[in-house]
Each structure stands twice: as C-alpha cells, then as structure tokens.
C-alpha cells in the first residue's frame, strides 16, 4: 500500500465499475531490467541521421523492433524535417504509431534546433507543440518527451539521454523538452550509440555530493547514486547527525555535517572532498527549506532564510568549485529548483524567488563551465510524495497530486533517477537545462 490510497483503489476492477478510473502503476527502473518492457519502433522524417544510431542502441540493449502490434517504445527521428511537408510525414508516421504504443510506454522524438528560416524555425517549434499535446493524450503511465538536437551533434551525444527517457528511471518525465548540444569539455567522446548496453553502475568510479541527504528526496538521491556505482557524500545539518550517519552507512560513503549557509561552508566542503576523496565528480544542490507566508505579511527572516539556504548557498559553493581544482573534467553540477520557481506558487514568493533564481543561476553558469568540461541542470520537481506533502490537508495534496498527466504524485526516487543520468560522464551534452520531474503538471508547464 502506498501513501496514495485513490490510486491503490483504483487498482481494483469493482472500484472501476464504480466509475473510478484507473490511476496507473509507473514502470519504474529495477537494476538489471530491460531498457523497455517490449519491442520498440523507430521511424525517420527527412532522411534524420540518428535512427541508425538508436537502432543499434536498442539492439545492444536487447530491445527488437516490431513492424506491427503493441511496442513499448517509439522513436521518431525527425531532427532533418524543415517543411510543412515534413510535418505532415510526422502526423503520418505519429498517429498509427501512437496507437500502438503499450502500457507504461515510452515516446520520444528528436528534433532539429530552429533556423533562421521561418519555415524550419516554425516546423522545429511545432514538436514542442506535438510533444507536449501527446503527453497529455497518451494514458496508462506512457509518457511523451522531445530531445531538441544541435545539428553538430555526434550521435554519442544522444546515448544517455534516449536510455534515460525510454526505460522506467523516467517513469515521472513526461511532456519535456531538453536540448542536447556537442558535449563540452575539450574532448570528444569518440564513443559511438553501438557501445556497449548500459552497465549496471553508470555512475560507477565517480564521487558524489548530495546535500540535504539526510532525508527525502536528498536520501533518495544518495541511495540512487551509490546504487549505480558512486561513492557518495552526504552533507546535512548537525541536527540531522544521526539520519545522516545511517545514509552514509547504508551507502558506503562519508558524512558530512555541516549548514550549507556557515561562511566557511564552501571551504569545509572542498576540505572534506580533498582529504577524504581527493576529487568530485557530481555535486548535487538538494538541501532546501521552505518559510511560507503571504507576501504582504511576509518579514525579512522568512525571507533571508529561504534565499540563504536554496539560492546563496549554491552560488557559493558553485563559485569555489569553478575557481578550484577538485572538480573533474566530467564534472556535473545538478540543482534542485522546483516548479514553484516556474509557476510561482501563493504563499511562496521567498521560495519561488530562490527557484527561479537557481534557473537563472544554472542558465548563467552553463556556458561559464563549458569550457572545463562541466555541465550545470537544474532538476524542478511537481508534486513528489515525501513527509513535507502527505503532511498536507487532504484537499490541497489531493489537487496537487492529480493536476498532471499521470493523475498521481511522483516518488523521490523519480528525482533521484534524472540527477543520476545528468550526473553520468555521458551526459556531456546536456547543460543548462531544466528538467521538470512533474508528470507533466499543468502548474508550471
Ligand atoms: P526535506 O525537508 O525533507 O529535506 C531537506 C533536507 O535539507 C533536510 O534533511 C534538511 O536538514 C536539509 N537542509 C536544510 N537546510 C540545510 C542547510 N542549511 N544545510 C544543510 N542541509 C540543510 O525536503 P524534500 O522534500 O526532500 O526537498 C528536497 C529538495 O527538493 C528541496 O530543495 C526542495 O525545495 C525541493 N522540492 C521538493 C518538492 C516536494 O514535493 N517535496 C517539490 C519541489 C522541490
């Protein structure tokens, strides 16, 4: 039984004759699992030069591709359609296509950046348009995202993001548009899409910071990060000392207690890595707190508080990575921002204030970090079922849990599943980006 008892009704057949539809269960990933639960099927518009590259992926992950019947997965390539005729190849190639689409399954297609020409730059514009309107019309749990490709994009590039997007770590992504760029950093991955299935630790050799582990979805992030494969720091508050040091043993990393806000935060956080691991490859800005209050009753503590803990702190520690030496040159920085910074939210003007500044910040930052090789998201989470919701009234966590295109409230660990793949060395190409982890909420979208 899970905190969400409409849903787990839902499940039962005499619930349904009542009228009650059926809240579907997401596939979500279990290590060793397959990418996707059946067969997949590919398809091009324009002659897109990356089908052959997500075909072999697919083969190496032991996925077929089946010319009829149900599929767990579709990808479109469409990323050389520049007409309004292209356009209507896609409605051709979408619509059977999404008939076809299984329980639980995964559409995705790729699109070309806009041009200068007004035609191309209105046919690449109008997959955002597509993509989020099949997110909102395919049901049971299958899901609709838009990866917009750079026309110099090695295939490699595409590599982590289609695995992300098609197997059940994405289970709470719907309806999202995401660029992928050449990756940065002075060297190519000369790595190709036919490299090998995706090992079981993708993450396996590299160190992580989460801050804010002790509990929720910082907790997850930790669990998830060392589950494939990273040595993991967790960094929280004195006071959460004890749940603290329980992350740090079941994950087989270290602790660190320490307030992200102390003046001297930075310089005990850049300590703790040089002594205890001598680098840092993925650095996650969990930790967050929430003062609400009307804006018009609103005082400079709540205030002062919630921007020092989400917004200034990042930027602290952001700046003394980038300026030292112990980030690698893989380095990923993941923020956490929320779609309160996106949609605002009443009562949460501190907070959203810091959420969205933590977007401008990352937008800021990308380019700035490009050139050493890192990249820096920022992931905003919808609705996630952890102790700070299910303390809700009913009515207002019920809202906010069914006002998204999976009709229920996303877990931890779906927040944790997309830090883990912006974490990854492959995941170069992506940065500066905002991945909402909001089953396509309509707050925020
Ligand atoms: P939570 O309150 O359960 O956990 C936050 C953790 O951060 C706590 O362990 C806390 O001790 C730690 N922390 C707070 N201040 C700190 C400081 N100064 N130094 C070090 N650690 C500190 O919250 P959560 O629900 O797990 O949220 C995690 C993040 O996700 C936050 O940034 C939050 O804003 C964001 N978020 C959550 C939701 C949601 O639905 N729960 C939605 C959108 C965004």
Redesign the pocket.
Same mark, same amino acid.
């Given at each position: 039984m899970s905190n969400d008892t409409l849903r787990d009704l839902s499940q039962n057949p005499l619930v349904q004759r009542l009228g009650v539809p059926r809240i579907p269960v997401l596939r979500r990933h279990v290590p060793g699992a397959p990418l996707l639960d059946g067969p997949a099927l590919v398809g091009t518009v324009g002659g897109g030069t990356f089908a052959d590259a997500v075909r072999a992926l697919l083969k190496n992950e032991g996925v077929a591709e089946a010319a009829e019947g149900k599929v767990a997965g579709v990808v479109l390539d469409a990323t050389a359609a520049r007409t309004l005729d292209d356009l209507a190849a896609v409605q051709e190639f979408l619509t059977p296509a999404v008939r076809r689409l299984a329980p639980n399954g995964r559409l995705l297609v790729l699109a070309p950046e806009p041009t200068e020409d007004p035609e191309a730059a209105a046919v690449a514009q109008a997959f955002d348009g597509i993509v989020r309107s099949v997110a909102k019309e395919v049901r049971a749990g299958a899901t609709a995202n838009l990866l917009v490709v750079h026309p110099d994009a090695p295939p490699a590039a595409l590599d982590s993001s289609v695995r992300f997007l098609l197997s059940g770590r994405s289970a709470y992504v719907d309806g999202q548009v995401v660029h992928v760029g050449v990756p940065v950093g002075p060297e190519q991955d000369p790595i190709g899409m036919d490299a090998p299935a995706e090992p079981v630790a993708p993450l396996a050799g590299r160190v992580a910071v989460v *801050?804010?582990a002790?509990?929720? +979805?910082?907790a997850a992030i930790a669990d998830t990060l060392a589950r494939d494969g990273a040595v993991v720091v967790a960094?929280?508050?004195p006071a959460?000392g004890e749940a603290l040091a329980a992350v740090a043993n079941r994950t087989g990393g270290t602790a660190l207690q320490?307030? +992200? *806000?102390a003046p001297d935060a930075a310089d005990r956080l850049l300590a703790h890595l040089r002594e205890r691991h001598g680098r840092v490859d993925v650095v996650v800005h &969990?930790?967050?707190? *929430?003062r609400d209050k009307l804006l018009a009753n609103m005082d400079a503590d709540r205030w002062n508080a919630v921007l020092a803990? &989400?917004l200034r702190?990042q930027l602290v520690i952001n700046g003394a990575l980038l300026e030292g030496d112990l980030l690698s040159d893989t380095g990923r920085i993941v923020c =956490?921002a $929320? #779609? $309160?910074g996106i949609a605002g939210n009443r009562g949460q003007t501190n907070y959203a204030a810091s959420?969205a500044g933590v977007i401008g910040m990352i937008r800021a930052l990308a380019p700035r970090a490009a050139a050493r090789g890192v990249t820096v998201n920022a992931v905003a989470?919808?609705? +996630?079922e *952890?102790?700070? #919701?299910a303390r809700m009234p009913l009515g207002t966590r019920e809202g906010g849990r069914r006002i998204n295109s999976l009709r229920q409230g996303g877990l931890?660990v779906d =927040?944790a599943e997309t830090v883990g793949w912006l974490g990854q060395a492959e995941s170069g190409g992506v940065t500066g980006q905002v991945v909402r982890v909001c089953g396509q909420s309509m707050i925020g979208a």
């Open positions: *801050t804010g002790a509990r929720g +979805i910082g960094v929280d508050v959460a320490l307030d +992200i *806000t &969990n930790a967050g707190i *929430t803990v &989400n702190a =956490v $929320s #779609t $309160s959420k989470p919808g609705f +996630i *952890t102790e700070m #919701t931890p =927040v």
